[in-house]
C-alpha cells in the first residue's frame, strides 16, 4: 500500500471514529496506527498555515510614563500577554496537563487511547460528555480561532463541530508534534488558552483573579484556573458560578492525584480551602485611566490620535488600531509624572473644573519633540454635563492638541515670532528700526473694526510703546504697529510659510483657506488672529530654543514589539527649518518679553518682566491677547523645555476671560518649569551672529 493510499485510508477511518459511526474503527491496532498510520495522516510542517509556525497570538498593548514601570492604561481586545514556561509555576503546569490532557508527554499529538476511551463513554451515555482532544488538538484550535488576521466568519468555521475540521486538527497536531518540544508546545498552550472573564493566556488568568503573577499561583489557585478552561464562561467564579468552580477545582486536584502528580493529602487541603479571589481588572483604553490620575487621559487620546496616523502600525486607521490592540507593544511614553502634577496643579489653581475658562497647557522638550505633560482643568470622560456645555467639567475632546471638534483658539501676539524670523531671514537684522505711530494704515485689506477705509489699521495696545523701536524693543513690549509694518516689509505669505515651517497648523477651515489662497493680503496674522493649540505653540518655540530644528510633537520614549524589538516609530522625527544663526536671533528677541536681556543688550522691557527674576535661569517667550483679551497666551522656553498655556472658554470664543489672568498665568508657568528644570544645571542660548543682530545702516523706514 502506497504512502499515499495509506494517508486517505487513515483519514477515511480516523474521521468515521471521529463522525461515531462505529467501533470497529476505534478498535484499529495502535501498533498500525502509530507505527504507520497517524505518521501518514500528519501534514508536512511546511504546509502548516503560518499562523501556526509562528501563531500571531493577540496580546495587549500596554502604556507607560517615562518612567518605564507607571502604567497608564492598557490596550486590547483580548487581555493577554505572553510569558515563557519558566515563569509559571510548576503546579500550574501539572493542574493544566491533569485537566485537559494527563497523557501529554506520552502521546505524539492524538492520544488514540483517549479517543477511545471518549468515543466508548459517549455510546454508553447517549451523548457527548468526554473530549477527545488533546491538549495540542486544543491549541491548534485555539491558534486558528484567534488568528487576528480572519474574519469573524473564518473563526467560526475554525472552530465548528465537523467531523473534517477535526481531521485537519489531528493532522496539523501531529505536524506541530514532530517539530516541537512538548515545553514548546505547553507554553504556547498556556499563553492562549481562555480562563475566562476576558482573560486570555495563564499570565492574564493569574492577575485577573488573583492580582498576581503565574510563577506565584498556588496549588489552590492553579486547580481553579485549570479548571475554567473546559467551561471559561459558565464557570467563571467572578461572573458566572462561583460554585461550579469550586467543583471544578476539586476534579482537577482529584486528576492530579489520580496522575501522580499530587499527594492525596495536599489535595485534600487544597480542596478544602475558601475561594480567595483578589481581582483585577486591566484597564482598557483612555477612559480606563485610573480616577486618581484622569488628567493623563487627555495625553493618553493624544496618544491613540499620533498612533493611528502611523504608517509603521499599518496602511490605514482601523488597522493601526488592530495592531495597537492585539499587537503586544509595550509602549514607554514621554509623560512625566512629576511635571504633569506640577502643570495640571498650576492649571486648577487658576480655574477649576466647573470653571467655564479653560487653560489647556503643553510641555515639550526642545529637540526632540517629546511631550512631557498635556494639561486642562477638565474631567476626561462622556459623563453629562449640566446647562448644554459641550466642555465643561466633562469632555474627551482634545483641547490641548486640537483635532476632530477642537479647531484651537488665537494666541494673540505670541505669532509675532513668525514676523521676527521671516525678517531675520529675508536679511532684516534685530537693530531695525521704526518709528511706530499709534496707528498705522497697511496696504492689507480688511474689513470691520480693524479696518481704515477698507485697509487694516491696527492701534498699539497702550501709547506708552508708541514710538522708535528696534525687533527687541517691539517684540518686548509686543509694539502693533511696529510688526504691522515689519509684516508689510517681509510679505504676510513669508511670515504665514514660516509658522507652518515651525509646526503650525490650520485646522480652521477660514484659517485653511487664508494660508492656501490669501496668504499675502493675510496682514493680521502677525497678531495672532489664527487659531492654534498650546501643543503647536510650545513646539514653535520649542524649534527656536533647539536652534532652527523642528521636531514633530511626539508621545512616546520607546516603543517595543511582542518580540522585544524597537519600532522606529518611537524615535523622534527632527529637521532644521530655519538657520541656527535666525533661531538664535529670535531667541535673542524672545528674551526681551520675560524680563531676560538679550545678548546685545537690545531688552528695554517687557510683558512679564518678573518670569526671568523668578525662575532664576536663561529664559525667552512671550504673551499674547486676543482682541477684547478673548483668549490670554504665555510661552517660555529654555534650552532643555517649552511650556504653553491659553485661557479660552471652548464652548463660547467670544465669552472673553480677560487680561487680569495673564499675570497669574505667567507665575503658573514659573512653577511649573521651577519642578520640570528641577536638579537641571541652567543653560545659556547661544549668541547670534552680529551679521543678524546689526545693521551699521539702522534700517528705518523706507530706507
Known amino acids: 500500500m502506497t504512502r499515499a493510499h495509506l494517508n486517505k485510508l487513515m483519514t477515511v477511518l480516523l474521521a468515521g471514529l471521529l463522525a461515531g459511526l462505529g467501533l470497529a474503527v476505534a478498535a484499529l491496532p495502535a501498533a498500525l496506527v502509530y507505527g504507520v498510520g497517524l505518521s501518514a495522516l500528519a501534514a508536512p510542517y511546511t504546509e502548516l498555515p503560518n499562523t501556526l509556525r509562528t501563531p500571531p497570538t493577540p496580546q495587549r498593548s500596554n502604556l507607560y510614563a ?78 486558528l480561532a484567534s488568528d487576528p488576521r480572519l474574519t469573524e466568519a473564518q473563526r467560526k468555521a475554525a472552530t465548528e463541530v465537523t467531523s473534517a475540521r477535526k481531521v485537519q ?35 492574564a488568568a493569574s492577575k485577573r483573579y488573583f492580582t498576581k503573577s503565574p510563577a506565584n499561583l498556588t496549588l489552590a489557585e492553579a486547580a481553579l484556573l485549570a479548571g475554567l478552561v473546559q467551561s471559561p464562561h459558565t464557570d467563571d467564579p467572578l461572573n458566572g458560578d462561583a460554585d461550579a468552580a469550586l467543583q471544578r477545582r476539586a476534579y482537577v486536584l482529584d486528576q492530579m492525584v489520580e496522575s501522580g502528580q499530587l499527594a492525596a493529602d495536599d489535595a485534600t487541603r487544597a ?64 509623560l512625566d509624572p512629576a511635571v504633569q502634577q506640577a502643570a495640571i496643579g498650576q492649571v486648577r489653581q487658576i480655574y477649576s473644573e466647573n470653571h467655564r475658562y479653560a487653560l489647556p497647557t503643553a510641555v515639550v522638550q526642545p529637540g526632540t519633540g517629546r ?34 471638534a477642537i479647531q484651537g483658539y488665537q494666541a494673540g501676539s505670541t505669532f509675532k515670532l513668525f514676523t521676527v524670523l521671516a525678517a531675520v531671514e529675508a536679511g532684516l537684522p534685530l537693530n ?43 517684540f518686548g513690549k509686543s509694539v502693533n504697529t511696529y510688526f504691522a509694518w515689519l509684516t508689510e516689509r517681509v510679505g504676510a505669505d513669508r511670515v504665514v510659510e514660516m509658522a507652518e515651517r515651525l509646526g503650525i497648523v490650520f485646522r480652521a477651515p477660514g484659517d ?43 508621545p512616546v520614549v520607546r516603543i517595543t514589539d511582542a518580540a522585544g524589538r524597537t519600532v522606529t516609530a518611537g524615535a523622534p522625527d527632527c529637521r532644521q527649518v530655519v538657520a541656527r544663526d535666525v533661531a538664535r536671533a529670535a531667541v535673542d528677541a524672545a528674551r526681551c518679553p520675560v524680563g531676560d536681556q ?20 536663561p529664559v525667552a517667550g512671550k504673551t499674547g491677547s486676543s482682541e477684547g483679551y478673548g483668549t490670554e497666551s504665555i510661552v517660555a522656553v529654555t534650552p532643555q523645555l517649552a511650556v504653553a498655556a491659553i485661557a479660552t472658554n471652548p464652548d463660547n470664543p467670544r465669552d472673553a476671560v480677560g487680561h487680569a489672568v495673564q499675570a497669574r498665568m505667567a507665575d503658573g508657568v514659573v512653577e511649573l518649569m521651577s519642578v520640570a528644570l528641577r536638579g537641571q544645571p541652567p543653560r545659556d542660548f547661544v549668541p547670534p551672529s552680529e551679521v543678524t543682530a546689526f545693521d551699521v545702516t539702522r534700517t528705518r523706514i523706507g530706507d
Not at 514548546?184 to 481562555?194: C, D, H, S, T
Not at 481588572?281 to 491613540?304: G, H, I, K, L, Y
Not at 538679550?598 to 535661569?617: D, K, P
Open 512 to 554: 485653511e483657506q487664508l494660508a492656501r489662497h490669501g496668504a499675502r493680503e493675510w496682514g493680521p496674522f502677525t497678531l495672532g488672529v489664527s487659531a492654534t493649540t498650546p501643543l503647536d505653540l510650545a513646539n514653535a518655540y520649542a524649534t527656536i530654543a533647539a536652534e532652527g530644528r523642528w521636531c514633530a510633537p511626539l
Open 66 to 143: 517615562n518612567d518605564g514601570s507607571t502604567l497608564i492604561t492598557s490596550f486590547y481586545q483580548e487581555d493577554r500577554v505572553d510569558v515563557p514556561l519558566h515563569e509559571v509555576a510548576p503546579v500550574m503546569r501539572q493542574a493544566i496537563l491533569a485537566a485537559e490532557d494527563a497523557r501529554f508527554y506520552q502521546h505524539r499529538g492524538v492520544d488514540l487511547r483517549g479517543v477511545v476511551r471518549a468515543f466508548t463513554a459517549n455510546q454508553r451515555d447517549g451523548a457527548v460528555r468526554q473530549g477527545a482532544s488533546t491538549l495540542t488538538m486544543q491549541y491548534v484550535r485555539n491558534v
Open 371 to 404: 511631550v512631557l505633560a498635556m494639561a486642562v482643568n477638565r474631567n476626561y470622560g462622556v459623563q453629562a454635563n449640566p446647562d448644554g456645555w459641550k466642555n465643561r467639567p466633562n469632555t474627551v475632546n482634545q483641547l490641548v492638541a486640537g483635532g476632530g
Open 598 to 617: 538679550s545678548m546685545y543688550r537690545g531688552c528695554e522691557g517687557g510683558t512679564a518682566q518678573e518670569l526671568r527674576s523668578r525662575l532664576g535661569r
Open 271 to 334: 480542596a478544602a480551602e475558601p475561594l480567595r479571589l483578589r481581582p483585577t481588572e486591566t484597564p482598557n483604553d483612555c477612559a480606563a485611566v485610573p480616577a486618581e490620575q484622569n488628567d493623563w487621559a487627555f495625553f493618553c487620546d493624544w496618544f491613540t490620535r499620533w498612533w493611528n496616523s502611523q504608517e509603521a502600525f499599518g496602511s490605514t486607521v482601523d488597522e493601526r488600531q488592530l495592531a495597537l490592540r492585539r499587537g503586544g507593544y509595550e509602549i514607554v511614553a514621554s
Open 432 to 474: 531695525t528700526v521704526f518709528d511706530a505711530p499709534d496707528r498705522i494704515v497697511t496696504r492689507f485689506p480688511v474689513s470691520g473694526e480693524a479696518s481704515c477705509d477698507g485697509n487694516w489699521c491696527p492701534r498699539n495696545a497702550s501709547s506708552s510703546v508708541d514710538g522708535e523701536h528696534t525687533m527687541w524693543s517691539a
Open 169 to 203: 486538527e489531528v493532522r496539523y497536531a501531529l505536524a506541530l508534534e514532530r517539530e516541537l518540544s512538548k515545553d514548546e508546545i505547553l507554553a504556547r498552550y498556556l499563553n492562549i488558552a481562555y480562563f475566562g472573564a476576558g482573560a486570555y493566556g495563564v499570565a
